[in-house]
């Protein structure tokens, strides 16, 4: 139990620390955010309601006279009642709506993907492990390349051959504009939202399996000259049975925690290949709000995306004391 | 990550690295002591002139096809930073006609503006080698600091600095710099290297601490704790020179890191202002409608670059994985033998097994020779 407590507290203190670094960024930043946003609201012509106008001034920091003490106990107050500010980009809708919004793009696009990446990747790793000391071998170098490809890059490949030199696949969004009420429930609908997502999640599989591959590889060539396998194949085991049963079963322990790590990012990870597709994401949301100085938009997206990683993690954390109880001992 | 799982994969690949005489996977006799052992130790038997120069030649990984194709790749690529900029014309010279394909006038052809693109390339090689290296030597230096002094001291030290270098590790890292950068009015290269290194360092620190930790139960580092050295002094010379191929290592990752995150960052239009570099290649050709008007020999050279140079940096890193950790060589290469065995028509059957060190044993656990 004094496992589960101790990530429990570290968790609480790394989500603390999250908040009060998005506290004090725009606080220790030259010139005063807060007013660049209010000034960015007035040219829109925007009136701004005193409430909001406070809100702002709360989440971003300037001089409202209150010492840094309360505004800091106000603003973890808000936060934790679930109130991000508005935005500039869409005012006058909250943040909290709009990170609600494109979170299931996200969510569905990159998640689906890296669950296929994490599969392909183990797969592969186990034969390219099983096959070590053979031709396969040559594959190594191979994933290497795409895993140093930037994978925005890939994706700008995938778009300039697919869709500008054939147009097999949309450039851009999500589905198709004939859909010009939004998202609906239709099998028209969801045909087209696999064909808008096949391209960038192409990126995502060809741009992250090959991390997975060799890091299974490198596992299962560890685990097949540990004294267990042998005593398995001396008991004349079946070869299959030895490989899956006894090697891939424990060499998969790594890759196991290392997917939930990953399943952390997947919000955060493919920041830029969703704006190479315009993808309606977070990422996507990300960038406007940077590119239109929206500081509580922006502010609000890297809480989210914290809160994920520490959710994710967390389960995982749960998750791996179950499946491998020696972590929790020695934890 | 959690932790204890980090701690026990590092302790397992610790183990495989283990000291143990060997023969190379291609036949180089690799020293008889562990190498990184032996190189500390050289302080104190500096009496045997001999040994120094062996040892040092055993610190440096194998040449291997792997380390070979990454040098020339690494090297390639910094050489054309370092002198390509000499050979071609100003990288901002607009004078040129635009979007001209690749011809010999403009071997790279042009881009909307008529810049030459070999020249920028050559320029962005600079910039982006630049903000790689100043990241990476953050980074290392970041991670040393709290990796090894966390390990090393233990206590209430280790426990403060682990607990920050485990936040550093989950908060993630892309938004965070975006965050970050978009706060910040002017951005220099410099700055932007500065941000990648300040928030890339907690993963080699964790991998540091279990190292500095095992390190500190060996004898040599006891010996030298009971003959009353200071805490500085042993980490600096007994226990730092011992971690120089992790450490090198972890530097090209971070290295690999800076660039790449430096890239993601300029196409998002974060980066550097007033440098060039091939991520602001990438953000122009984007903003330059590259892609649809079908400028390839715009966007594809930078990216391309960045591949080579981190598969390069890559598979210098393999090769010194597979020094540190002698059974990802070593096992591969047994099974080869023994499957050679078998075709030569030997005696080599199933009964036979291969065990960590690459030796064919037969089912009484004795040597065979092949």
């Known amino acids: 139990m004094k496992y589960y407590a101790r990530r429990i507290a570290f968790y609480a203190v790394t989500l603390w620390a999250a908040l009060t670094l998005n506290f004090f960024i725009p606080r220790l930043m030259p010139g005063d955010p807060a007013d660049i946003m209010l000034a960015k ?14 809100s702002i001034r709360l ?3 300037s001089d409202t006279g209150e ?13 934790f009642s679930g109130d991000l500010g508005v935005s500039v980009t869409q005012y006058p809708v909250s943040v909290a709506t709009l990170i609600s919004e494109s979170l299931p793009w996200t969510i569905g696009l990159v998640g689906i993907s890296t669950l296929l990446a994490f599969l392909v990747g183990i797969a592969g790793g186990i034969w390219i492990g099983a096959k070590r000391g053979t031709w396969v071998d040559g594959l190594i170098p ?21 869709s500008v030199q054939n147009s097999w696949f949309p450039r851009i969004h999500a589905y198709g504009l004939e859909f010009t009420s939004g998202p609906e429930w239709s099998w028209a609908f969801v045909g087209s939202v696999l064909y808008y997502g096949t391209l960038p999640a192409l990126t995502i599989v060809l741009s992250s399996f090959g991390g997975w591959l060799l890091g299974m590889r490198n596992m299962m060539v560890s685990t097949l000259s540990d004294d267990y396998v042998t005593t398995a194949e001396a008991k004349g085991l079946r070869n299959s049975r030895v490989l899956l049963t006894y090697a891939a079963r424990n060499a998969i322990l790594p890759s196991i925690a290392g997917f939930g790590i990953s399943l952390g990012f997947v919000v955060a990870g493919s920041i830029v290949m969703e704006q190479v597709f315009s993808y309606p994401g977070i990422g996507k949301l990300l960038i406007q709000a940077v590119q239109n100085n929206d500081y509580a938009l922006m502010q609000g997206i890297f809480l989210i995306i914290t809160v994920t990683v520490l959710a994710a993690n967390f389960i995982m954390d749960l998750v791996y004391g179950f499946i491998d109880p020696r972590t929790r001992h020695n934890g | 990550m959690d932790e204890s799982i980090r701690e026990r994969e590092l302790a397992e690949s610790i183990q495989a690295a283990a000291p143990r005489g060997d023969t190379g996977a291609d036949g180089l006799a690799v020293e008889e002591a562990p190498a990184t052992v032996a190189f500390a130790d050289t302080a104190a038997m500096a009496t045997r002139e001999g040994t120094r120069r062996k040892t040092i030649a055993a610190v440096l990984p194998p ?4 380390l070979i194709v990454g040098l020339v790749l690494t090297f390639g690529i910094v050489l054309f930073g370092l002198i390509g900029p000499f050979f071609v014309q100003d990288p901002k010279f607009s004078g040129n006609p635009a979007m001209m394909p690749p011809g010999p006038d403009h071997l790279l052809g042009t881009t909307q503006l008529g810049y030459d693109v070999l020249a920028q390339l050559a320029y962005g090689a600079r910039g982006s080698l630049m903000v ?12 040393l600091a709290f990796g090894i002094i966390a390990g090393y001291v233990g206590g209430w030290t280790d426990e403060v600095l682990s607990l920050v270098t485990n936040i550093m590790l989950v908060i993630p890292g892309l938004p965070l710099i975006i965050v970050i950068a978009s706060y910040v009015p002017s951005r220099t290269l410099l700055l932007v290297a500065l941000v990648l290194g300040l928030t890339g360092w907690a993963g080699s620190a964790v991998v540091l601490r279990s190292q500095a930790k095992s390190l500190r139960s060996r004898d040599y580092v006891a010996a030298a704790r009971v003959a009353g050295e200071k805490t500085w002094r042993i980490i600096l010379v007994e226990i730092l020179p011992n971690l120089l191929p992790l450490l090198s290592a972890q530097f090209l990752f971070a290295v690999i890191l800076g660039i790449l995150g430096e890239a993601g960052l300029s196409y998002l239009g974060l980066g550097p202002v007033g440098s060039i570099t091939w991520g602001t290649m990438l953000n122009e050709a984007q903003l330059g409608t590259a892609l649809s008007s079908g400028a390839w020999w715009w966007f594809v050279p930078p990216g391309a670059l960045i591949a080579l140079l981190g598969c390069g940096l890559s598979l210098i890193n393999f090769s010194i994985d597979e020094y540190i950790n002698p059974r990802l060589r070593l096992a591969p290469a047994a099974q080869r033998s023994m499957r050679k065995a078998r075709k030569a028509g030997r005696q080599v059957t199933s009964k036979h097994t291969v065990d960590a060190d690459g030796v064919i044993l037969d089912d009484e656990k004795k040597k065979v020779v092949v």
């Not at chain 2, 790689?132 to 991670?143: F, M, N, T, Y």
């Open chain 1, 41 to 54: 609201l007035a040219r829109v012509g925007r009136d701004i309601p005193p409430a909001v106008e406070q």
């Open chain 1, 142 to 162: 191979a994933s290497t390349l795409l895993q140093s490809v930037p994978y925005f890059w890939l994706a700008l490949l995938l778009v300039y051959f697919f």
């Open chain 2, 132 to 143: 790689g290296i100043i990241a990476g030597v953050i980074a290392v230096v970041l991670s």
């Open chain 1, 59 to 61: 989440l971003l920091g």
């Open chain 2, 63 to 66: 040449a291997s096809p792997k």
């Open chain 1, 67 to 79: 010492p840094l003490g309360t505004q800091y106990v106000t603003y973890l107050g808000r936060i």
